[in-house]
């Protein structure tokens, strides 16, 4: 079967309820977005496509640091956070942080909800070997920010959490301490999840586990960043990309057409569930 399955646009107006797409008067601007936005699809990558892509980005092609990208994607994670759960609803987010890049992401995002207003707290048990997961923890102490040990009463205490355990360097069926016990929980909290990327546990092709800790996990909302992966077919819940900086040339190489899809000024842009 080929892996390249499309997730189609069609029906986005209908399916964006906040916020129109479009404004109500009909230039010829408007209703050439109209049209496009109509017919638009955002393919899918496999794992191995999503590690070459990030690659590139970071080569001498790309020009990116990891810095930048980390950041464009926790604004990102942080943008979908404030839509999908406004402070209104509960200030308290605990954003759960696994060891590689995903985790970065999560402490990125923590920092800008910080700034949002909202009250982050960290549960980050192995920090990644590159030295900016420790920049990145002290910008979060230098705001107070709480790192907790304590996962479990952390979930009982938080309105929203953000799940950056893994990303699309997940492998494997068996999920190493400590964070089978933390999905387990994380699945059973009554808090709803925002993932990043990824819905932790999930096989990045295949989606969600038939066993162990993360079968039947079906967080409520999912930021994609760059491009969706494969797994989003299982998703039931919100969906929306982020990672608003893939340059043309790396979208055609990767069959990606992100032309026209994110507004103004925004980090992100909401999918429909895939069919
Ligand atoms: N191109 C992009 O769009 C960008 C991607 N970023 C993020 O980077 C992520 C990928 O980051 P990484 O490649 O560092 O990896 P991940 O953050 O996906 O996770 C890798 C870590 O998980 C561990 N791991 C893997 N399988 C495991 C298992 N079965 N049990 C226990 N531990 C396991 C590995 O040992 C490694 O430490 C993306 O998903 C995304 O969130 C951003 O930071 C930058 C921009
Ligand atoms: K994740």
Not at 173 to 192: C, H
Request: net charge neutral; hydrophobic share 35%; charged share 20%.
């Amino acid at each position: 079967m080929q892996r390249t399955a499309a997730i189609r646009l069609s029906g986005i107006l209908n399916t964006v309820s906040k916020r129109p797409l479009v404004s109500n008067i009909p230039t010829t601007a408007t209703l050439f977005h109209k049209k496009r936005m109509s017919s638009f699809s955002v393919k899918t990558l496999g794992a191995q496509e999503a590690i070459e892509l990030d690659k590139e980005l970071m080569g001498p092609e790309g020009g990116y640091s990891l810095d930048q990208l980390m950041e464009l994607a926790g604004l990102s994670v942080a943008n979908t956070v404030y839509k999908v759960h406004p402070l209104s609803n509960g200030e308290r987010i605990l954003v759960l942080c696994g060891p590689g890049n995903n985790g970065g992401d999560g402490l990125v995002a923590a920092r800008h909800l910080w700034h949002y207003g909202y009250k982050p707290t960290i549960y980050f048990p192995k920090k990644g070997k590159n030295e900016i997961f420790e920049r990145l923890s002290t910008q979060l102490r230098g705001l107070g920010v709480p790192f907790t040990e304590d996962y479990e009463a952390a979930l009982k205490e938080t309105d929203h959490i953000v799940d950056a355990i893994f990303g699309f360097s997940f492998t494997g069926t068996t999920i190493r301490a400590p964070f089978d016990a933390v999905i387990t929980a994380m699945k059973s909290s009554k808090a709803p999840t925002t993932s990043v990327d990824v819905p932790s546990s999930w096989d990045v092709e295949n989606g969600p586990p038939s066993e162990g800790p993360g079968k039947d996990f079906q967080p409520e909302n999912l930021i994609s960043l760059t491009a969706p992966k494969h797994l989003t077919r299982h998703f039931k819940g919100r969906h929306f990309l982020g990672g608003r900086f893939c340059p043309p040339y790396l979208q055609e190489k990767y069959g990606l057409d992100l032309k026209g899809l994110y507004q103004g000024v925004d980090q992100i842009a909401e999918l429909p569930a895939a069919e």
